[in-house]
T-cell receptor, first 111, second 115 residues
Framework: RKEVEQDPGPFNVPEGATVAFNCTYS??????FFWYRQDCRKEPKLLMS???SGNEDGRFTAQLNRASQYISLLIRDSKLSDSATYLC????????????FGRGTSLIVHP | EAGVVQSPRYKIIEKKQPVAFWCNPI?????LYWYLQNLGQGPELLIR????????DSQLPKDRFSAERLKGVDSTLKIQPAELGDSAVYLC?????????????FGPGTRLLVL
């Protein structure tokens, strides 16, 4: 079993739709969590960190469920420009950690 | 502020040849990461530096891969000899101090094709 798992998709949604992605992690000692966005043939860029209490940034909401060991990303009112791959990243606790990326979930927003 | 710089952007070599990638992190960033990304997969960490010290290199295939960050600033990743399966994108990233809560900033990557 992979340490960080994501449904690769693609998720194909119309503009204006609400879409949600989940990411599960296996290491219960994981401490910090992130969503990165990666456009085709580009480098990953931070979308948002995921806090224990959940956090929102405009149309994007991230949630953490430690009991079930998953994080989620909700995108409301999808735009064409949201089309990208969304990477889940998990950092284990401790002074020396290995950032572990999921394989990413592909989102395609169509007119 | 300049971002993470990588060169070359593209490299095509024949198998068994050596290849080297260069990365210059964001000014002032102490932590530097090298990742490998295959098509359809997420980045996989190869090595992480805190200043000039390699603090995580357990996933670096040391029989053919080597890396250095001699002065704690820019870094070089080398493969010798390259194999067909090394074809991938090699990403460099940096963060300010390397705590697990920090954002990583990625360079554009070097796209390697081994023939």
């Amino acid at each position: 079993r992979k340490e960080v798992e994501q449904d690769p998709g693609p998720f194909n949604v119309p503009e204006g739709a609400t879409v949600a992605f989940n990411c599960t992690y296996s290491n219960s000692a994981s401490q910090s969590f992130f969503w990165y966005r990666q456009d085709c043939r580009k480098e990953p860029k931070l979308l948002m960190s995921v806090y224990s209490s959940g956090n929102e940034d405009g149309r994007f909401t991230a949630q953490l469920n430690r009991a079930s060991q998953y994080i989620s990303l909700l995108i409301r009112d999808s735009k064409l420009s949201d089309s990208a791959t969304y990477l889940c990243v998990v950092h284990a606790s401790g002074g020396s950690y290995i950032p572990t990326f999921g394989r990413g979930t592909s989102l395609i927003v169509h007119p | 502020e300049a971002g993470v710089v990588q060169s070359p952007r593209y490299k095509i070599i024949e198998k068994k040849q050596p290849v080297a990638f260069w990365c210059n992190p964001i000014s002032g960033h102490n932590t530097l990461y090298w990742y490998l990304q295959n098509l359809g997969q997420g980045p996989e960490l190869l090595i992480r530096y805190e200043n000039e010290e390699a603090v995580d290199d357990s996933q670096l295939p040391k029989d053919r891969f080597s890396a250095e960050r001699l002065k704690g600033v820019d870094s070089t990743l080398k493969i010798q000899p390259a194999e067909l399966g090394d074809s991938a994108v090699y990403l460099c990233a940096s963060s300010a101090t390397g705590t697990s809560y920090e954002t990583q900033y990625f360079g554009p990557g070097t796209r390697l094709l081994v023939l």
